[in-house]
C-alpha cells in the first residue's frame, strides 16, 4: 500500500485488536479461516492467510467502516472509508505502457495500481510475465489503486483450472466472495495434503458449500 495507507491500515488493526473490539475481531478473522480451510482439523496456518483473514474482518466483516468515525483527521477518517470498501477479487498482475495493471478474472475489472504501492510492485517482481493468479482486496484511492497486504498466491500450475472453476461457479450463480473462498479452500488443500496433484485439489466438485469441503479434506 502506500504510506498514507499503510499507516491506517496499521491503525485501524491496532484499534480492533484492542478493547472493545478484539473479540469480535478475532471471531471474524476466525471465522475466514474456517470458512477457506479445506479441513476441519486445527493446523497451523501461514501468515499469508492470518493477513487475508484480518483483511476481511476489516473490510467484509465491517470493522474499518465503523472504525473510521473514531479518527479525529478527516483525511485518516476518509482513507479509513476507502479501506472498508476495498474490491475483493482473483487477480493477475500485468504492465501495460510503464503500468501495473491488476486484472480480476471474477469481475473482468482491471485496475490502474499505483507506482508508489510497495505491495503491488513486489507483487508483479514475483511474477513477471508470467504473474500467477492470487487473491486479493484492493482499495481505490484518488489517483489510482493499492493493494491490501492479504494476498495469497494460487500455483502457477492451477491457471488453466481455475479457469474452468470459474467458469461453472459463475454458471451456478455463485457470487465472488463464494467462489473465492472456494478457491482458497482448493489451495489450502494442495498446499497441506502431501503428493497431491493439482487437478485433486482445483476441481469442481470442490466448488460445494465449506462444509462439504471440510468433509472432503477431514
Given at each position: ?65 465503523e ?11 476518509a ?37 508508489r ?15 500467477p ?76 458449500a ?9
Amino acid at each position: 500500500m502506500t504510506p498514507a495507507l499503510t499507516a491506517v491500515y496499521d491503525e485501524l488493526l491496532a484499534r480492533a485488536s484492542a478493547p472493545p473490539h478484539a473479540e469480535r475481531a478475532i471471531a471474524l478473522r476466525d471465522a475466514f479461516l474456517r470458512r477457506t480451510s479445506s479441513s476441519s482439523r486445527a493446523a497451523v496456518e501461514p501468515e499469508d492467510r492470518f493477513r487475508a483473514a484480518w483483511d476481511d474482518a476489516l473490510t467484509t466483516g465491517g470493522l474499518a467502516r465503523e472504525l473510521a468515525e473514531s479518527f479525529d483527521d478527516p483525511s485518516e477518517r476518509a482513507l479509513a472509508r476507502v479501506l472498508s470498501r476495498a474490491h475483493r477479487g482473483l487477480f493477475r498482475m500485468s504492465l501495460l505502457e510503464g503500468h501495473r495493471i491488476a486484472e480480476d478474472a471474477l469481475s473482468g475489472a482491471s485496475f490502474v495500481v499505483l507506482a508508489r504501492d510497495d505491495i503491488g510492485r513486489e507483487v508483479l517482481a514475483l511474477g513477471g510475465e508470467d504473474s500467477p493468479l492470487f487473491e486479493a482486496r484492493i482499495v481505490a484511492a484518488a489517483d489510482g489503486c493499492a493493494m491490501m497486504p492479504g494476498i495469497i498466491f494460487h500455483p502457477p500450475d492451477a491457471t488453466s483450472l481455475i479457469g474452468e472453476i470459474v467458469r461453472a461457479g459463475h454458471q451456478r450463480g455463485l457470487s465472488r466472495l463464494e467462489i473465492c473462498d472456494a478457491l482458497l479452500r482448493m489451495q489450502h488443500t494442495f498446499r497441506n495434503l502431501s503428493r497431491v496433484k493439482i487437478g485433486y485439489a482445483y476441481k469442481l466438485e470442490a466448488l460445494g458449500a465449506p462444509a462439504a469441503a471440510e468433509a472432503m479434506g477431514a
